[in-house]
C-alpha cells in the first residue's frame, strides 16, 4: 500500500457542490475519495447541497446553504425563518443581483465548521471553489491546496460570444462575478493540482497563478464499470455524446447541425444525449430546425452502470466541446472500447490520442469536419473496431483513479513538506 511506512493523512475535502449529476468535479470527488480512502488515508468530505454520493469509508459533512437553485425552484426566494447568519443574507443577496454566490458563501461556512476541528485534519484540499473564506482559512493556519479543472474565464467568453443581445450579456457578466474572487484566491494558493497541460497552460495565462506553484494529475475512469460489454449489440447509427451541461462550451449545436448532414447519407443515425436542457436552451429550436425530431434522445438521472450499458450500444461516442479541461466523457467511451470522435479543444488532444489512432480528431465548433469523421466512423467497421480497442488500452495504461489518488496523495507530501509561506 502506498501509505506504508508513512504517515496517514487527514484530508478535509471541499466541494462546493458534489452531486455526480452536476458534472465532472462531482465524478472527481467521489472517486478521489474513495482511492485516498483506499490508499490508508483519512477522507472527509465537506459539501454543500446538491450533496454527493459517496463510498464505505468517506465521511460526510453537510454544509447548508439556502439551496438557491435547487429543481424544480431555481432562483427561490426563500422564507424569512430560513436565514440564520449574515451568509445566509449575502448569498441570497448576491443571487437577487444575478451573481452566482455558492463559492464564496460556501468556503465562509466550512471555514466556520473547520475553526472547531483544527487539531482533526493535515490539510484543506478544495475542489475549483476558489472561494475567499480559502484566504481566511489560511489565515486560520491551514495548509490549503486546490484542485483547478480549469478556468472558469474559458466558459465566461464563449457564454458572452454566443449571447444574443446585450441584455444576455449583461446579465451574464453579472453571473460569472465571482471569476474576480476565484483569480485573486487562486494567486494567493502556494499548491494547486490541475488535470492536464492544456489546463496549467491557460491557468497561468488566464488566472495568473504561477506555473511552478502548479503540477498536473490526471483524472480516471472506474474500470469496472466502463469497460467492453461484447454481450450488448450495437444499434446501427447511434451516436452517443455527454454534456453535463447545456452550455456553448459543450458543442451540442455544432454536434447537431453535423449529424443533419450525416443522415443525408445515413438516414439510421441518431443521437443520445445524456443530459438534460436548461430553461431558455436553444437546442430544442435547433432540433426543430434542422428537422431531427425523432433522431435526437435525452438522457438523464441515470447510474453509472447504465451509462456504460448506452456506450456498449453505441458505435461511436462523440465529445463536440468547443474547450475541455480534461473531459470525462472521452476516457468514459475509450474505457468501454467505443470508438472516439472528438474536437482538439482544450486538453482533448492530449487526452484522446493521436489523430486516426485512437481517436478521429477534428477541429472545434467545425459541424462540416465533425459530420465527416462521423460519416467515416460509420462506414467503417475495421476503423472502428481499431480505435475502440486503441482507446481503451490508452485509458487503461493511463487514465485510472488508484493512479489520480497516489499521485494526489504525493502532492499533499511535497505540499506538506515545503512547509509553503504562511502555513503551518
Known amino acids: 500500500m502506498e501509505g506504508e511506512g508513512r504517515e496517514r493523512l487527514r484530508v478535509a475535502y471541499l466541494v462546493y457542490r458534489g452531486n455526480p449529476r452536476c458534472g465532472g468535479q462531482g465524478v472527481y470527488s467521489r472517486h478521489l475519495s474513495r482511492e485516498l480512502a483506499a490508499l490508508g488515508h483519512s477522507v472527509t468530505v465537506f459539501s454543500g447541497p446538491p450533496y454527493p454520493e459517496l463510498d464505505e469509508g468517506v465521511e460526510l459533512v453537510k454544509v447548508p446553504s439556502l439551496d438557491l437553485y435547487r429543481e424544480p ?6 422564507k424569512l425563518s430560513e436565514f440564520k447568519s449574515s451568509i445566509d443574507l449575502l448569498e441570497f443577496a448576491v443571487m437577487c443581483t444575478a451573481g452566482f454566490p455558492e463559492p464564496r458563501t460556501f468556503t465562509l461556512r466550512a471555514r466556520r465548521l473547520l475553526a472547531a476541528r483544527r487539531g482533526e485534519f493535515d490539510l484543506v484540499h478544495d475542489n475549483q471553489s476558489l472561494g475567499a473564506g480559502l484566504l481566511g482559512m489560511m489565515k486560520d493556519g491551514w495548509p ?12 465566461r467568453e ?35 493540482i490541475t488535470v492536464s497541460k492544456s489546463s496549467l497552460a491557460d491557468i497561468a495565462e488566464q488566472l495568473g497563478v504561477e506555473a511552478s506553484r502548479m503540477a498536473v494529475v490526471p483524472v480516471g475512469v472506474d474500470d469496472a464499470v ?17 454534456a453535463s451541461a ?12 453535423a449529424l443533419a448532414k450525416v443522415r443525408t447519407e445515413w438516414e439510421e443515425a441518431h443521437l443520445v444525449v445524456i443530459g438534460r436542457l436548461r430553461g431558455g436552451s436553444q437546442v430544442p429550436a435547433t432540433i426543430a430546425r434542422l428537422g431531427l425530431e425523432g433522431s435526437v434522445e435525452f438522457v438523464s438521472g441515470i447510474s453509472d452502470d ?23 466523457p472521452a476516457i468514459e467511451a475509450m474505457a468501454c472500447g467505443v470508438p472516439l470522435v472528438a474536437t482538439t479543444g482544450g486538453a482533448l488532444r492530449e487526452v484522446a490520442g493521436t489523430d486516426g489512432e485512437t481517436a478521429l480528431l477534428v477541429p472545434p465548433n467545425d459541424p462540416g469536419a465533425l459530420a465527416a469523421a462521423i460519416g467515416r466512423g460509420l462506414a467503417d467497421e475495421q ?15 493511463r487514465y485510472t483513479w488508484p493512479v ?17 509561506p504562511g502555513q503551518a
Open 226 to 242: 466502463f469497460s467492453p460489454r461484447p454481450d450488448v449489440a450495437r444499434v446501427a447509427g447511434r451516436l452517443m455524446t455527454t
Open 158 to 192: 464563449l457564454d458572452l460570444a454566443h449571447a444574443e443581445s446585450w441584455r444576455r450579456r449583461l446579465t451574464l457578466r453579472r453571473w460569472y462575478g465571482f471569476i474576480e474572487m476565484q483569480s485573486r484566491v487562486a494567486r494567493q494558493l502556494p499548491r494547486v
Open 306 to 328: 447504465q451509462l456504460a450499458g448506452l456506450y456498449a450500444t453505441s458505435q461511436l461516442a462523440v465529445v463536440p466541446s468547443l474547450y475541455e479541461g480534461f473531459s470525462l
Open 144 to 155: 490549503v491546496i486546490a484542485t483547478i479543472h480549469h478556468p472558469i474565464t474559458v466558459d
Open 246 to 257: 447545456d452550455v456553448p462550451m459543450k458543442g451540442l449545436i455544432p454536434l447537431l447541425e
Open 383 to 397: 476503423l472502428r473496431l481499431r480505435l475502440g480497442s486503441a482507446g481503451r488500452a490508452r485509458t487503461r495504461e
Open 73 to 78: 425552484d431555481p432562483f427561490r426566494v426563500p
Open 404 to 420: 489520480t489518488a497516489r499521485l494526489t496523495a504525493e502532492q499533499y507530501r511535497l505540499f506538506l513538506d515545503e512547509k509553503s
